[in-house]
Structures are given as C-alpha cells and as structure tokens.
C-alpha cells in the first residue's frame, strides 16, 4: 500500500505543528525549486524543513535550527500563503520533514505531472455568510475555487486540503472538516 503513496501529501498549517511537535530535531534547508528559477516572488529560501540530518536535500544550506526557528518558517508559510508539502521516506513509511510551496517557483505547482497526494482535510464554505470577495479564489492554487457571475463557485473535487482559503477569507466562512465527516 504504501508504495502508492506519492512522496509528497498536503496538509493544513494545523497538521504540520502537529507534526513538528512529535519532532525533536530540525534542519533547513534552501528549496530547491526557488534556487533552480531563481528569486521566488513569494517567499524567502530556506523554508524545506527535515526532521533527520541524514536526509538529502533538494536544495543547499543544509543546517540546524532550533524549534522557535521552525515557528518561524510556519508563520512565514502562514503570511505568505504556502502550502504546507510533507514529504515522506524512500518505503513512504514515515514523514520526513515539510515543503512549504507556492505557485511562483514550486515544482509541484508549475509541473501538472508532478504527483502529490490530497489531505486528510477538504474545505466547507458557508456560502450563506460568504460575501463571494474572491479572495480565496486567489489563494487557491488548486483551482477549487472560482468566480462566477460575481458569485464563489467551489469544486471540492479539485481541494487539496491545504486551509489557504481559510487562512485567507475575510467573511471567516471556510472550515477545514476531516473528509467523510
């Protein structure tokens, strides 16, 4: 089964302090996608998180931080709209660390055959107090949401249940529910 498993998934910020606070070392690492294009318009460099020093990285600077350091990172994934990627070991066995990743430089966004798996999570708008702003469509890089006719229009197939558009949403009317619930 596990083999199935892509090596990255999506999870909300929530779930990568979660999974941050089961850890006990912390190395980071320049992401790879952003020192292959160049400067990212979004972000800093060195937001690739690893939970094990013997990891390989996709980019340079390979070096220890501490766990206020790793807060860090999460409010700046926070502030800057970056979807959290953890990324699992060779036998997907276990979470070795997170990318956080956004539409300007990020493999996984500027490449459709790049494989990445859904999350645990999928949104719920209440479209009764949303006041269909847009701004959620913007912060969507999954394309889930859409303006229609001056109205939000979601396509829950297309959520990845990364809470961007919770993070983002003036009206405070997306919930990130546990699929099937």
Known sequence: MEKDLAMHYVCTLEEAMELIQTEQEFFVSNCGCRESKGECKRSRMDVCLMFNGGEDPSGSDMHQVSFEEVIRILEEARTKKLVARPFRNKDRTKTDGICFCCDDCCGYFLDPDEECDKGQFIEKTEMD?????????????????????????????????????????????????KKGI
């Open 129 to 177: 107090t949303c006041v269909h702003c847009g701004a959620c469509v913007l912060a969507c890089y999954f394309g889930a949401r859409k303006m229609v006719d001056a109205r939000l229009r979601v396509n829950q197939m297309d959520c990845y249940g990364c809470g961007i558009c919770k993070v983002i949403c003036p009206a405070h009317c997306i919930e990130m529910t």
